[in-house]
């Protein structure tokens, strides 16, 4: 069951940010945390990582739909032991930055992003993925140093 708390506050968590990044940062579309290194910035991503895909949303959707069941059906279906914890929570927190995601591109055909590292000219992103990639940081950590055969 705390797998899918996790994925729950994963979602909460993203999507009262990005309610907060619309109405708060949106009418100015930029405010600076630190000047030209780090800012909080509106954008409308209507594409997948780095706007890939752009105005794919309906392909983008179909293929997180099956990504997203297809994790919580792994996710459900293996035995959490002590060696698939921290597996499982990587899968959890991958599943709720796919969701959190998902939920802005039915809502709104476009996905919310506004974390601007500015000093190495680092793509737009937000709370979501910020979760899929500690998710996938955590499980390439797992994959890679542990008994991969606990896990399949």
Not at 28 to 34: A, E, G, S, V
Not at 101 to 126: M, P, S, W
Not at 131 to 149: D, S
């Amino acid at each position: 069951m705390i797998f899918f708390n996790i994925i729950f506050l994963s979602v909460l968590i993203d999507q009262l940010v990005k309610f907060f990044i619309v109405k708060y940062i949106k009418p100015f579309y930029t405010f600076p945390i630190i000047p030209n290194i780090f800012h909080l910035t509106y954008v409308e991503n209507r594409g997948a990582a780095f706007s890939i895909l752009q105005e794919k949303q309906l392909f983008l959707i179909i293929v997180t739909l099956i990504f997203t069941i297809f994790l919580i059906y792994y996710l459900i279906n293996i035995p959490t032991t002590n060696h698939s914890l921290w597996f499982k929570i990587s899968l959890s927190l991958i599943v709720g930055g796919a969701i959190g995601n998902l939920i802005d591109r039915i809502r709104l055909g476009y996905v919310i992003d506004f974390f601007d590292v500015r000093i190495i000219n680092f793509a737009i992103f937000n709370t979501a993925d910020v979760f899929v990639v500690i998710g996938t940081i955590l499980l390439v950590l797992i994959l890679f140093f542990g008994n991969v055969e606990n896990y399949l």
